[in-house]
């Protein structure tokens, strides 16, 4: 009988770049993993294994220099799942957030000394020598590169071991160059001196790498401990509790208790709890999180219900028929968390380059220092001085900036611009997109139904709208708002109305100042008045699109008022702009054929697809993807999320619900889809600037290690240059402020 699989999803400690991903999917797969997936950004392992190969799994991946975190096992049979408490996580950074802290103290006064030292009237004040003061700054910076600074050296021991380097690679063997021979230079003076002068430390260029590096992974663990974010607020959205009826009346039970049969109530605004068919009563439902739709849906004896959803201020009794992880928000937070499993890790170019580039400069280290001593009779310390020279040189400081420092300045420029850059993942991939896709409802369109038509029969005019309002403000139907508050804006005031009465599925009845009337859908009022006269009230002839409400007055039919979801003012521009970018524009939505078609035509969108659910979303972008399409995703609703995970780059609408800004990688602060247009111009921008800083921070090391190497280049000078070369890279980068998008 074959071993049961099991589906895992672990956190993994340890991972830094590109190679770290490689190296761990491939000690799964080593230890029998299959369909392995393993995250850089969300920092999480997905993969089968059969029966107990776990413990297997875990020990092939500690023995690449990672660690994969489990807590606990959840669930039964082939559908158990490890899963790890954020515990673990949390600790990770809590260390990483006393690390840098520590090093950010130990580094202002080694700085301090160390500069203080190149100043002629440094020592006049503080009253000591030389020598005392290299002593002290070896005091303050040995702790520091012996706790915070070890992360970087545990790396580079297991990159050596697996005979592969990163930008790990390149730190330790920077910082740690300069801090053994500031060392050898503190506590052997004599041997490196050099008629009577002791050469220069670098306890602060070590000090000050180790520090910049920390802040940055810092500042990026902060940004990662938002990425599930969005998964919380979907669970949110289930009540804890739930009232059921039962033998001996209506209970309330924790939601965990909830099984299939189980006929529950629920009361005017509450939450569904779980996904069901309708036993008894009737409302109107937001079901927005799901359809996209901004009316609420009505709902009767025999329809489905969708757990998560907002009842409106209706009474109804539903018997479940799925729950939990088998409900329809149960499989939208799984696609959520498997679309983000499945997203590839940003491939970093100075990762990439680093693999080769770090052997090198250990080879050409090592021969500099052969040749020197061995070969040409050069004494020990001048040898040495030209290996450091080669190695200091080669310090990770430019290239360790090049692409953070152009992000960052990115990322600003965005905000400043109403654009909310999420990661540098999401400036990377940006520039890359050439397939759109827009969700419909608060993206395209307002999101806001408003009255866009209004025809009265022969015999009645504006005046005999206010009795349609009337009886429609002590309605609950969704449709309402809207026609009160047209009335309202044509300076009318709302009589009261009394015996109004809603008749679920027709309309509803009430009278005003003695009159009788009557409002819902067509049938409804032909029912009550006769058959309604007039071509410009046929149903062809009404605009296209829209929610139309009927009404009669003592039985004659006065009128119909057309609510639509408009589209938004400027849409079509900007869709021009996206073709202009080379960009294919698409429609995906929830909403009819008819409507979605529409707005298509109106926004200048040729490729539209309508009734689509959140799976369908999903299908349609690996649909394009496939086709070779790097696909991004603008929306704003919770049925949004998980294709704005899934896509390459998603687009969040400011003003939206949480759960779609959460999932997005890039948000529009104000709403406005000219913000897509200016985000792809600035990820295009800042590319252009990391490619440059790239550039300039190899460039000084292709022109450097040579002239280290032949002895033409002391550590003095190459700390130098290799400053000079940092300095570059952020001016290069600060360029991009004063850049237009």
């Known amino acids: 009988m074959p071993a049961e699989i099991k589906k895992i999803s672990l956190p993994v400690t340890g991972m830094t770049c590109a190679a770290c991903v490689a190296r761990v999917e491939k000690a799964i797969k080593k230890a029998g993993g299959e369909n392995v997936s393993v995250n850089l950004a969300t920092e999480k392992a997905s993969f089968d294994i059969a029966g107990d190969g776990l413990n297997n799994v875990i020990e092939k991946v500690k023995d690449a220099g990672y660690e994969l975190l489990v807590d606990e096992l959840k669930g039964s049979g082939s559908k158990q799942e490890y899963s790890a408490t954020a515990s673990h996580i949390e600790k990770q950074r809590e260390d990483l957030t006393k690390d840098f802290y520590l090093a950010l103290i130990l580094t202002i006064p080694i700085s301090i000394l160390n500069m203080g030292m190149m ?18 700054l070896l005091i303050l910076t040995t702790p520091l590169m012996f706790l915070p ?57 070590a ?56 006929v529950v109530v ?15 009563g009737s409302s109107f439902i937001n079901e927005a999180m799901i359809t996209g739709e ?71 280290a090592l021969i500099t220092f052969v040749v020197w001593f061995f070969i040409l009779g050069h004494p020990f310390s001048s040898s040495l001085l030209n290996f450091i020279s080669v190695l200091i040189i080669a310090c990770p400081c430019a290239l360790g900036l090049a692409t953070p420092a152009a992000i960052i300045v990115g990322t600003g420029k965005g905000a400043r611009n109403g654009i909310l850059i999420r990661n540098g993942e999401a400036l990377e991939t940006a520039h890359k997109i050439n397939c759109l896709i827009f969700d419909k409802t608060g993206t395209i369109t307002t999101g806001k139904p408003v009255v866009t038509d209004v025809r009265y029969s022969s015999g009645f005019d504006h005046s005999s709208l206010s009795y349609l309002a009337a009886i429609e403000a002590r309605s609950e139907h969704p449709l309402a708002k809207p026609i009160i508050e047209y009335t309202k804006s044509l300076g009318l005031e709302l009589p009261e109305a009394g015996n109004v009465t809603a008749l679920p599925g ?9 009159k009788e009337i009557f409002a819902g859908n067509r049938a409804f009022i032909i029912a009550r008045s006769g058959e309604i006269q007039g071509e410009e009230f046929s149903e062809e002839k009404l605009p296209a699109s829209s929610s139309h409400i009927y009404f009669a007055i003592e039985n004659k039919f006065a009128g119909v008022v057309s609510v639509t979801d408009e589209i938004k003012p400027g849409i079509a521009g900007i869709i021009n702009q996206v073709k202009d970018l080379k960009i294919i524009p698409v429609l995906a939505t929830g909403d009819k054929k008819s409507t979605a078609e529409k707005a298509g035509k109106e926004s200048g969108i040729d490729e539209v697809y309508s009734g689509l659910l959140p799976q369908d979303k999903l299908d349609l972008i690996d649909k394009f993807k496939r086709k070779g399409f790097t696909v991004g995703m603008a929306g704003d609703g919770i049925n949004d999320s998980p294709a704005l995970v899934r896509s390459d780059i998603g687009f969040g609408i400011g003003g939206g619900s949480d759960i779609a800004i959460e999932s997005a990688g890039i948000v529009l602060l104000k709403g406005d889809l000219k913000g897509i247009i200016k985000a792809v111009n600035l990820s295009r921008r800042t590319i252009n600037t990391i490619k440059q800083n790239l550039f300039w921070a190899f460039f000084y090391n292709v022109i450097g290690i040579p002239l280290a190497a032949f002895g033409l280049l002391s550590p003095v000078i190459a700390a130098a240059a290799m400053a000079f070369s940092s300095v570059s890279v952020l001016s290069n980068s600060l360029r991009l402020r004063n850049a237009r998008i």
């Not at 545990?154 to 053994?180: C, E, P, Q, R």
């Not at 992880?325 to 170019?349: C, T, Y």
């Not at 027709?506 to 003695?514: A, F, P, T, W």
């Open 506 to 514: 027709q309309g509803i009845s009430g009278r005003v100042n003695g």
């Open 119 to 136: 100043w002629d009237g440094f020592h006049h004040y503080v009253g000591h020598d030389l020598e005392l003061i290299n002593k002290i």
């Open 294 to 364: 901004p009316l609420p849906a009505e709902k009767k004896e025999g329809d489905k219900v969708t757990g998560g959803t907002l009842n409106g201020n209706g009474y109804f009794e539903f018997r479940v028929t799925e729950t939990g992880d088998n409900s329809l928000l149960g499989r939208i937070i799984k696609l959520v968390e498997d679309a983000q499993s499945s997203k590839a890790p940003m491939q970093n170019l100075a990762d990439k380059v680093s693999s080769v580039f770090v052997p090198v400069v250990m080879l050409i």
């Open 207 to 262: 000090a000050m790498i180790v520090t910049l590096i920390l802040m940055g992974k810092w500042l990026e663990a902060k940004a990662k401990a938002r990425t599930n974010d969005e998964i919380k607020k979907l669970l949110e959205l289930r009540p804890k509790s739930v009232l059921v009826r039962n033998n001996s009346g209506i209970s309330e039970i924790p939601i965990e208790e909830l099984v299939p049969g189980d």
């Open 149 to 205: 600074a070890r992360r970087f050296f545990t790396v580079f021991y297991k990159n050596v071991k697996s005979f592969s380097f990163d930008m790990n690679s390149l730190i330790a063997i920077g910082t740690g160059a300069a801090y053994i021979y500031s060392m050898l230079l503190t506590l052997f003076p004599d041997y490196f001196s050099t008629e009577g002068e002791i050469p220069h430390v670098y306890f602060d260029s």
């Open 266 to 280: 629920i009361k005017p605004g509450a939450k569904l709890p779980a996904d069901g068919i309708i036993s008894s």
